[in-house]
């Protein structure tokens, strides 16, 4: 099975930072990565998918990047409606696995 | 538009079964293959397995191999995810979701475990 390992699990940030979140996979999967966005009680929604295609939608500040086993969220100009928990997905093989999750505190 | 429209929560009694519903529609049901995600409270995504909803044939994960059993209706474009001898550890929300492409998932359903 892949592997997916997250990093950080948590950080915090102020409303205008750029922040970025690390997925590593134990092997390649080319470019088949998602990124989801999941605030508390809600559904989680995809932000990017193929590594580093933005979702319709979703606001040009987020961004991704990486092939194989290295992959990046970054979030260019922190906004209030960020803070949140993301999580990263390979769908290269089954079984598919999320990364552990990021969430992103105000500081 | 496609959407998954998911039954409501659930509360049973330790032992117990539970059948969660996942209804699509706005796209040909049996072209996309549907799959679970468990999320516990406070916890982190968990990937179960999917349907292929053209076979009807289920994969499922390590963790979810035995007690959780996904089944489809062709005729009114739902899959189910059924899973029985409850413990409280499978108090969670439970959510489907379309295809590999993770979009559009239904609203989750709550699943709670006590007694």
């Known amino acids: 099975d892949i592997q997916m390992t997250q990093s950080p699990s948590a950080m915090s940030a102020s409303v205008g930072d750029r922040v970025t979140i690390t997925c590593r996979a134990s092997?390649?999967?080319?470019?088949?990565l998602i990124w989801f966005q999941q605030k508390p009680g809600k559904v989680p929604k995809r932000l990017i998918y193929?590594?580093?295609t933005l979702q319709s939608g979703v606001p040009s500040r987020f961004s991704g990047s990486g092939f194989g086993t290295e992959f990046t969220l970054t979030i260019s100009s922190l906004q209030p409606e960020d803070f949140a928990t993301y999580y990263c997905?390979?769908?290269?093989?089954?079984?598919?696995?999320f990364g552990q999750g990021t969430k992103l505190e105000i500081q | 538009q496609v959407q998954l429209v998911q039954s409501g929560s659930e509360l049973r009694e330790p032992g117990a079964s539970v059948k969660v519903s996942c209804k699509t529609s706005?796209?040909?049901?049996?072209?996309?293959?549907v799959n679970w995600v468990r999320q516990a409270p406070g916890q982190g995504l968990e990937w179960m397995g999917y349907?292929?909803?053209?076979?009807?044939?289920?994969f499922y994960a390590q963790g979810f191999l035995g007690r959780f059993v996904f089944s489809m209706d062709t005729a009114v474009s739902t899959t189910h995810l059924h899973f029985s001898s409850l413990q409280a550890e499978d108090t969670a929300t439970y959510y489907c979701?379309?295809?590999?492409?993770?979009?559009?998932w239904g609203q989750g359903t709550l699943v709670t475990v006590s007694s």
């Open positions: 979701a379309k295809d590999s492409w993770f979009d559009p």
């Open positions: 706005g796209y040909n049901f049996t072209d996309s293959p």
């Open positions: 349907i292929n909803t053209k076979t009807g044939k289920a």
């Open positions: 092997q390649g999967i080319y470019n088949h």
């Open positions: 193929l590594a580093s």
């Open positions: 997905l390979q769908q290269m093989s089954y079984p598919y696995t």
